[in-house]
């Protein structure tokens, strides 16, 4: 079964600094990954997706996303945040090889960016 | 730029009534979840639609839940009798197509609270 871990619940960065989101996951196939945020009172918001190709895929925002295969993490990064970032970020992932799957979601993480 | 939609925003219930939550999705759409998100846990898969009919639904989704899409736009969740640990935001959401590769497009979610 797949599964999805962000190991960190909060993540604080001072504006204009790097931010790094973290995330592993687990399937059985090649991974589907995809990363959605969720500001206040929003539903959750399509950022950035992974299904092959560059392991490096950019998305809305300024955000990217590096794949890495041999430590299962599709890590979410912004070369310089903005105080607007402050949201709650859900990575999800799908298994390739087993067919309509539903979307696996990690426990999300919240950052904060202070000006 | 389209948007999946919720109503209500936020639904108060006395436990043993029946709720029902609707959503309009994005209208080129033609698959359809529900999801849902215990306060401080992860966002879980519930069920998904298409052609009129459930592809998928995970062991959350009992007896007491039901889906319907009554009409050309409306896509609902039923929830017969509910009960205290039914209290969560739920989360509709659409994609064009069933592909795992498909990203999904959410709405803002209606908090339900059963007293």
């Known amino acids: 079964a797949q599964s999805v871990a962000q190991p960190e619940d909060q993540v604080n960065v001072a504006e204009g600094n790097p931010l790094t989101v973290k995330c592993t996951y687990s399937v059985s196939g090649n991974p589907y990954l995809f990363w959605y945020v969720q500001y206040p009172n929003r539903g959750l918001q399509f950022l950035l997706k992974y299904i092959t190709g560059d392991n490096l895929v950019k998305g809305s925002y300024g955000f990217e996303a590096e794949f890495n295969k041999s430590q299962t993490s599709f890590h979410l990064k912004k070369p310089s945040a903005l105080v607007s970032d402050s949201a709650l970020y859900f990575c999800?992932?799908?298994?390739?090889?087993?067919?309509?799957?539903?979307?696996?979601f990690g426990k999300g993480t919240r950052l904060s960016v202070i000006a | 730029e389209p948007e999946v939609t919720q109503t209500p925003s936020h639904q108060v219930t006395q436990m043993g009534q029946e709720v029902i939550l609707r959503c309009v999705p994005i209208s080129n759409h033609l698959y359809f979840y529900w999801y849902r998100q215990i306060l401080g846990q992860k966002v879980e898969f519930l069920v998904s639609?298409?052609?009129?009919?459930?592809?998928?639904k995970s062991e959350i989704f009992d007896d007491q839940f039901s889906v319907e899409r009554p009409d050309g736009s409306n896509f609902t969740l039923k929830i017969r009798s509910t009960k205290l640990e039914d209290s969560a935001m739920y989360f509709c959401?659409?994609?064009?197509?069933?592909?795992?590769?498909?990203?999904?497009?959410f709405g803002p979610g209606t908090r339900l609270t059963v007293l």
């Open positions: 959401a659409s994609s064009v197509g069933l592909a795992d590769y498909n990203e999904q497009f």
């Open positions: 999800a992932v799908r298994d390739s090889n087993s067919g309509n799957t539903p979307l696996v």
């Open positions: 639609f298409y052609n009129n009919e459930i592809s998928e």
